[in-house]
Nanobody
Framework: QVRLVESGGGLVQAGGSLRLSCAASGRTLSTYAISWFRQAPGKEHEFVAAISSSGGDTYHADSVKGRFTISRDNAKNTVYLQMNGLKPEDTAVYSC????????????????WGQGTQVTVSS
C-alpha cells in the first residue's frame, strides 16, 4: 500500500503562490495516477487536478485552470501542485489521493488519501 503525505500549505496573501507536495512512502508512486482535492469548511469535497502515472496527461478543474499546475517527479516519488494567483476562495484543506490504474479521465477510484494540508488565502 502506498502512503501519501501532503506538505507545503500555509497562509498567503491573495495573489500569492504556494507549492504543495504529495510524497509517497511504502512503495513507488510511479505506477499510480495522483489527484488533488480540496475541502473548505461547510463545502463539498472538490476535485482540483489529476495526473497520470507517467505525467503525460493532466487535468485541472475549471476553477483553477490557468492558475494551478499539477506535476510529478517519479524519481523523487512526489507529486506537486503549483498554485499561483491564489484567491480567498482557494482556502481549504488540500489532500492527495492515488489510483493504481495509472490513467486519468477513466472513472478513477481515488484512495490512499493523505491527511491533508491547510491552505489559507487572506484578502
Amino acid at each position: 500500500q502506498v502512503r501519501l503525505v501532503e506538505s507545503g500549505g500555509g497562509l498567503v496573501q491573495a495573489g500569492g503562490s504556494l507549492r504543495l507536495s504529495c510524497a509517497a512512502s511504502g512503495r513507488t508512486l510511479s505506477t499510480y495516477a495522483i489527484s488533488w482535492f480540496r475541502q473548505a469548511p461547510g463545502k463539498e469535497h472538490e476535485f482540483v487536478a489529476a495526473i497520470s502515472s507517467s505525467g503525460g496527461d493532466t487535468y485541472h478543474a475549471d476553477s483553477v485552470k490557468g492558475r494551478f499546475t499539477i506535476s510529478r517527479d517519479n524519481a523523487k516519488n512526489t507529486v506537486y501542485l503549483q498554485m499561483n494567483g491564489l484567491k480567498p476562495e482557494d482556502t481549504a484543506v488540500y489532500s492527495c489521493a492515488a489510483d493504481p490504474r495509472g490513467r486519468i479521465r477513466d472513472g478513477n477510484r481515488w484512495g490512499n488519501w493523505g491527511q491533508g494540508t491547510q491552505v489559507t488565502v487572506s484578502s
